[in-house]
């Protein structure tokens, strides 16, 4: 049997931030305590960003409160700001998750500031988390490519990935925002990632419209990660990541790994429902999506 592979459950978070139908705290809440049922050790909920620029998780506070608290799991948010992170701490958020860009366009685009000043703005958040004790997560996005300034220097990557771990990040999630990357572009970049970071403190977060995530994945684990971040029923996408497609789909991450050998401690079956249910949420606006 091989090590544990540990799969991060994207789907309230980064699968309905892109919906074009805002759906109900109440919906949100029931996808959660399905996917907290599943086995999966860390759930991410909500994000607390600016209810402007995505509205679709406005309400992260009402979810954060109602949720099953399940033993075991841990419910991380996505937070840009320390507003946001006040915010994550009131609503007494397990983990949080800052994210960064290795491309300056994306960064402009999702965050409205450049990569240098969105270090900065994140030290605040690192140091009320260390003060708080609560563990924070990072993201490094468009670690293949943007959809703005095109191909992303491996270099590039590197070095915000190290930035994060200055801040205290425990772990780096690797975004393939666009989801159009190769295993090739994939090794590379993690060729110049891996100079300066374990694998074993690396995520893989790949995002499917070109359909290599899996392929993705499977170089991520000859490379020797062993933590990727995926949704259920591939649902999702960036609002400002025009064009891409979700996370890769759990259930099919899930059924690889098994088949490879390598123990997920999840529950396939209550995966298969959760997803059936997180797409029953979201195919009213599926016809939508851009
Ligand atoms: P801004 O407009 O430049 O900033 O936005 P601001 O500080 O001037 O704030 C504007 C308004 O937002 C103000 O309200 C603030 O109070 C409010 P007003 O005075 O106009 O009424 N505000 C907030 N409200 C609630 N919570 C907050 C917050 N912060 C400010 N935390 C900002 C800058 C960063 C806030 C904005 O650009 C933003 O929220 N961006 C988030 C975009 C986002 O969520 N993108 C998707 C997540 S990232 C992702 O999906 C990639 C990932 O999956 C990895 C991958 O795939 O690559 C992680
Ligand atoms: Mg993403």
């Given at each position: 049997?091989?090590?544990?592979?540990?799969?991060?459950?994207?789907?309230?978070?980064?699968?309905?931030?892109?919906?074009?139908?805002?759906?109900?705290?109440?919906?949100?809440?029931?996808?959660?305590?399905?996917?907290?049922?599943?086995?999966?050790?860390?759930?991410?909920?909500?994000?607390?960003?600016?209810?402007?620029?995505?509205?679709?998780?406005?309400?992260?506070?009402?979810?954060?409160?109602?949720?099953?608290?399940?033993?075991?799991?841990?419910?991380?948010?996505?937070?840009?700001?320390?507003?946001?992170?006040?915010?994550?701490?009131?609503?007494?958020?397990?983990?949080?998750?800052?994210?960064?860009?290795?491309?300056?366009?994306?960064?402009?685009?999702?965050?409205?500031?450049?990569?240098?000043?969105?270090?900065?703005?994140?030290?605040?958040?690192?140091?009320?988390?260390?003060?708080?004790?609560?563990?924070?997560?990072?993201?490094?996005?468009?670690?293949?490519?943007?959809?703005?300034?095109?191909?992303?220097?491996?270099?590039?990557?590197?070095?915000?990935?190290?930035?994060?771990?200055?801040?205290?990040?425990?772990?780096?999630?690797?975004?393939?925002?666009?989801?159009?990357?190769?295993p090739?572009?994939i090794a590379?970049?993690?060729?110049?990632?891996?100079?300066?970071?374990?694998?074993?403190?690396?995520?893989g977060?790949f995002?499917?419209?070109?359909?290599r995530a899996l392929d993705n994945i499977r170089t991520s684990l000859d490379m020797?990660l062993?933590?990727f971040?995926?949704?259920?029923?591939?649902?999702?996408?960036?609002?400002?990541?025009?064009?891409?497609?979700?996370?890769?789909?759990?259930?099919?991450v899930?059924?690889m790994l098994?088949?490879m050998?390598y123990?997920?401690?999840?529950?396939?079956?209550?995966?298969?429902?959760?997803?059936?249910?997180?797409?029953?949420?979201?195919?009213?606006?599926?016809?939508?999506?851009?």
């Amino acid at each position: 049997m091989g090590d544990f592979v540990e799969i991060v459950e994207m789907a309230a978070r980064d699968g309905l931030q892109n919906e074009k139908r805002i759906i109900p705290a109440a919906e949100k809440i029931a996808l959660i305590d399905r996917l907290s049922a599943c086995g999966f050790r860390r759930v991410e909920a909500t994000s607390f960003v600016s209810p402007k620029w995505v509205p679709q998780l406005a309400d992260g506070a009402e979810v954060m409160a109602a949720i099953v608290r399940r033993p075991g799991v841990r419910f991380s948010v996505l937070v840009p700001n320390i507003k946001g992170y006040e915010a994550a701490r009131a609503a007494r958020a397990d983990e949080v998750a800052i994210f960064v860009s290795a491309s300056e366009g994306f960064s402009r685009a999702n965050i409205n500031c450049s990569i240098a000043e969105s270090l900065h703005r994140l030290e605040s958040v690192a140091e009320a988390a260390r003060a708080d004790g609560i563990p924070m997560r990072g993201y490094v996005s468009c670690v293949v490519a943007c959809p703005y300034d095109g191909p992303t220097p491996p270099a590039a990557v590197a070095d915000v990935t190290e930035r994060l771990f200055a801040l205290g990040c425990h772990e780096v999630s690797l975004g393939d925002t666009i989801g159009r990357a190769t295993p090739d572009e994939i090794a590379a970049m993690l060729d110049a990632v891996l100079a300066r970071a374990p694998a074993q403190k690396l995520a893989g977060h790949f995002h499917d419209t070109g359909g290599r995530a899996l392929d993705n994945i499977r170089t991520s684990l000859d490379m020797g990660l062993r933590v990727f971040d995926a949704s259920v029923g591939g649902l999702g996408g960036c609002p400002y990541a025009p064009g891409a497609r979700g996370n890769v789909d759990t259930l099919a991450v899930a059924r690889m790994l098994e088949a490879m050998a390598y123990p997920t401690g999840l529950d396939l079956d209550l995966l298969a429902d959760a997803a059936d249910f997180a797409r029953d949420l979201v195919r009213m606006s599926e016809g939508n999506r851009p």
